[in-house]
């Protein structure tokens, strides 16, 4: 099975501060990566999928990157309703979905 | 507008199995476009894919559970079912039912979630 990695496991940052999460498949998986951003008491949201592509309705400032096993969300000026747990997932090989990164506010 | 909602016993005893459904408005189990999903979240903890089934009946279960999932389909109703058997303390979860976009985007509608607690 196909393991997704995340790091760092949480951060800190301040409004307008550039972030980035990482995340690291265990094996080549193409462009089947995607990414999430869930709140407490909420089902998670679908921001970007195969690699960098945006959902619908999500802001521009959220971008994907990567290829092979490396992949990056990058977060270009971080707002106050960023503040949320963002998880990768991998659909190449059935599904799998890294251990989250927290996202806090300074 | 699609509305995916999970239903099913709050509370379920060890040993015992956990049913859930999940019923789908607005979007057709048939659709050859998706496939159906069940993902689970133990409290203060990720996230974790259970299963996924096609329209077709075919289903994909993570290893580390196959020997205890069943995912089904109900046409007729609309709906799909996910049975989880010899539950312990650590199936206590939260569980979302997720469509997937065939071949595109992972998961991209979710149910509110329905939280299961196993306990005697």
């Known amino acids: 099975a196909i393991q997704m990695t995340q790091s760092p496991s949480s951060l800190s940052a301040s409004v307008g501060d550039r972030v980035t999460i990482a995340c690291r498949a265990s094996?080549?998986?193409?462009?089947?990566l995607g990414w999430y951003q869930q709140k407490p008491g909420k089902a998670p949201k679908l921001l970007i999928y195969?690699?960098?592509r945006l959902q619908s309705g999500v802001p521009s400032r959220f971008s994907g990157s990567g290829s092979g096993t490396d992949f990056t969300l990058t977060i270009s000026s971080l707002q106050p309703e960023d503040s949320a747990t963002y998880y990768c997932?991998?659909?190449?090989?059935?599904?799998?979905f890294g251990q989250g990164t927290k996202v806090e506010i300074k | 507008q699609l509305q995916l909602q999970e239903s099913g016993p709050g509370l379920v005893k060890p040993s015992e199995t956990l049913s859930l459904t999940c019923v789908v408005s607005s979007a057709s189990l048939s659709n050859s476009n998706y496939f159906w999903g069940w993902i689970r979240q133990p409290p203060g903890k990720g996230l974790e894919w259970i299963g996924s089934i096609y329209y077709t009946g075919s289903t994909y279960y993570n290893p580390s559970l196959k020997s205890r999932v069943t995912i089904s389909l109900d046409m007729s109703k609309n709906h799909f079912s996910l049975k989880l058997s010899s539950v312990t303390a650590a199936d206590t979860a939260v569980y979302y039912c997720a469509r997937d976009i065939s071949g595109n985007a992972p998961f991209d509608f979710w149910g509110q979630g329905t939280l299961v607690t196993v306990s005697s």
């Open positions: 997932v991998q659909d190449y090989d059935l599904w799998t």
């Open positions: 195969k690699v960098s």
């Open positions: 094996q080549g998986i193409r462009n089947d």
